[in-house]
């Protein structure tokens, strides 16, 4: 068993067949760990970068694949180099690539030359945005093969997610009667007041680029009503990019909710493995009172159910909208490993205040700003929802 490196964008492209079929026969597949979204992000957020992806082989077959790139992080006082998930921040999910039919000896294996890797060349691994339920995940929280290593955990945030039952009326009878009652009655007055609702796929490459500028229209109309910072330039070139790619292989859900023919809401969604992802929302705030967005998602629901999809992911945050559907929630974790010395802990601490301070940073004040009070709103309807139930 043998480590190598990938760090030009060439060996990248061309592992493209080898890389989807492993994940394919990895128990951890994820669409934020497909080919496809990691190689578009690299092309549009490596400035400053190093590609550093481990790809692990045994017998010439590859067994593992860590999407990894090396960081610098700066502050007044320290500066650190830190290898880390390709996809870091628009990916809901990290984590590595592992073959699912390996056995415990085979996994000892190929952590323990990880480990080797990692103490030869002195380097710090971040590993975000690890769900809690992930093989990859628990082999690094079990720390069997790190007697040489510090390993800190840090629990990032949740995600939410609703296992998909066999019938609408199944998702209905889980929800309290107040908010299944709100759910028709905004259904009824909006049929009622603008018109019929009609929900709408788009499936055909044709009409992409168009739906998906209105999805970005509704997009904004709906950041602006919440006062919240709008997308980057570069991450709205990014995400139509990559929903383009995900949409040739299928893995795109692009949803509407039209009323009386305009859109009134709409859902970049996407799907791998049985999994609908939902990703990024949109809406017009006309219709904010009659919670068009919970009525898109009775849609999508709808729609699960009929092709025998298995689970309806939300994805992180914990918005209350989440908890009135009664969704089931797993933690996103954070994993650093790095040489074990009398300094970890407290080295562990600073890079923790770095990564925060890293990402303050990305916004202007008044973002920032906005981005707290939302926060704060948040947690505030959690908690009168919580208190409800």
Not at 131 to 138: A, G
Not at 191 to 208: A, D, P, Q, V
Not at 340 to 349: C, M, T
């Amino acid at each position: 068993m043998k480590i190598r490196e990938i760090n030009c964008v060439d060996e990248f492209k061309s592992i493209r067949e080898t890389w989807n079929d492993l994940l394919g026969k990895s128990r951890d597949k994820n669409i934020f760990l497909t080919w496809e979204w990691l190689f578009k992000w690299w092309e549009y957020f490596s400035n400053n970068k190093k590609m550093q992806i481990l790809v692990i082989e045994d017998q010439d077959d590859i067994i593992g694949i860590m999407p990894l790139l090396c960081s610098t992080y700066h502050t007044f006082l320290f500066s650190y180099n830190v290898v880390e998930n390709i996809g870091i921040n628009l990916s809901d999910y990290g984590g590595g690539i592992i073959y699912s039919d390996m056995d415990d000896n085979q996994i000892n294996k190929m952590f323990n030359l990880i480990k080797y890797y990692l103490n030869y060349n002195k380097i710090i691994i971040r590993f975000d945005q690890l769900p809690d339920n992930s093989k990859f995940f628990k082999i690094l929280h079990n720390q069997s093969f790190c007697d040489s290593l510090f390993v800190g955990e840090k629990k990032t945030g949740v995600s939410s997610y609703l296992p998909v039952q066999s019938s609408l009326n199944d998702h209905l009878n889980k929800l309290s009667k107040k908010f299944r009652k709100n759910l028709r009655r905004g259904e009824k007055d909006i049929e009622k007041n603008y018109g019929k609702i009609e929900f709408k796929k788009i499936l055909t490459l044709n009409s992409l680029d168009k739906n998906l500028k209105d999805f970005w229209s509704l997009n904004q109309k709906k950041v602006n009503h919440q006062n919240l910072p709008y997308f980057t330039k570069t991450q709205m070139e990014f995400l139509t990019e990559v929903s383009k790619e995900l949409a040739n292989n299928g893995w795109l859900n692009l949803s509407f909710l039209d009323v009386n023919g305009q859109h009134a809401s709409v859902v970049l969604g996407f799907e791998y493995e049985d999994r609908y992802y939902y990703y990024q929302t949109g809406s017009d705030p006309n219709y904010s009172s009659y919670s068009i967005g919970n009525i898109h998602i009775l849609y999508i629901l709808e729609d699960l159910i009929s092709r025998g999809l298995k689970e309806f992911d939300f994805l992180r945050g914990d918005e209350a909208y989440k908890l009135r559907w009664q969704s089931l929630l797993r933690s996103n974790n954070r994993i650093v490993m790095m040489p074990k010395s009398y300094i970890s802990k407290f080295q562990f601490k600073i890079l923790n205040w770095i990564f925060l301070y890293d990402e303050i940073k990305k916004h202007n004040l008044i973002e920032n700003y906005k981005l707290y009070k939302y926060k704060i709103k948040q947690i505030n309807e959690n908690e009168k929802l919580k208190n409800k139930i």
